[in-house]
T-cell receptor, first 112, second 115 residues
């Protein structure tokens, strides 16, 4: 167990809908990262937050957004969902000043 | 852009044999290279990592080597066991100012250890 929690574990929704994925980092970790894992694209970095502020952005779609709250948990919002958004979404966290990222168990999103 | 190439995509070995997975990165500024193991239905689990100021690191049956000049790094697993069967990912990152540190992942290697 990495100490990173993600909810829900599974999410099934329809095209055009909006969903919110939630992540709680390890105790004391200030950085939260979001990654998408799909069969054709592999593991891709989406966005990073550090202590509530956006710090780095990957190839995140404009339909996707994220935020990190004062209690350091983070949410990834996916809107106008398309079939191609079906994937595993992972959250990772790291402590300030360190490189090591610990991954959560992921949320499997299925868009029908 | 930043890229990490990983080979082979699949690897099948007999229990007790060694397994080697190789990665090449493109960004010479990368300074941190972790390896993750992912089992079915689970998130990636860090198994070993190496920083650019070190050439080799070992942890029991697992070792990682880094050649900065060639921009190569490799994972070596000795005395493989069936429970080593999983997908392995290499990654590279450059920790920038402001605690940024996105990981660029390789495509993954499916390792099968046959009893």
């Amino acid at each position: 167990d990495s100490g990173v929690t993600q909810t829900p574990k599974h999410l099934i929704t329809a095209t055009g809908q909006r969903v919110t994925l939630r992540c709680s980092p390890r105790s004391g970790d200030l950085s939260v990262y979001w990654y998408q894992q799909s069969l054709d694209q592999g593991l891709q970095f989406l966005i990073q937050y550090y202590n509530g502020e956006e710090r780095a952005k990957g190839n995140i779609l404009e339909r996707f957004s994220a935020q990190q709250f004062p209690d350091l948990h983070s949410e990834l919002n996916l809107s106008s969902l398309e079939l191609g958004d079906s994937a595993l979404y992972f959250c990772a966290s790291s402590a300030a000043g360190t490189d090591t990222q610990y991954f959560g168990p992921g949320t499997r999103l299925t868009v029908l | 852009g930043e890229n990490v190439e990983q080979h082979p995509s699949t690897l099948s070995v007999q229990e007790g044999d060694s397994a080697v997975i190789k990665c090449t990165y493109s960004d010479s500024a990368s300074n941190y290279f972790p390896w993750y193991k992912q089992e079915l239905g689970k998130g990636p689990q860090l198994i070993i990592d190496i920083r650019s100021n070190v050439g080799e690191k070992k942890d029991q049956r697992i070792a990682v080597t880094l050649n900065k000049t060639a921009k190569h790094f490799s994972l070596h697993i000795t005395e493989t066991q069936p429970e080593d069967s999983a997908v392995y990912f290499c990654a590279a990152s450059m920790r920038g100012s402001g605690n940024t540190g996105k990981l660029i992942f390789g495509q993954g290697t499916t390792l099968q250890v046959k009893p």
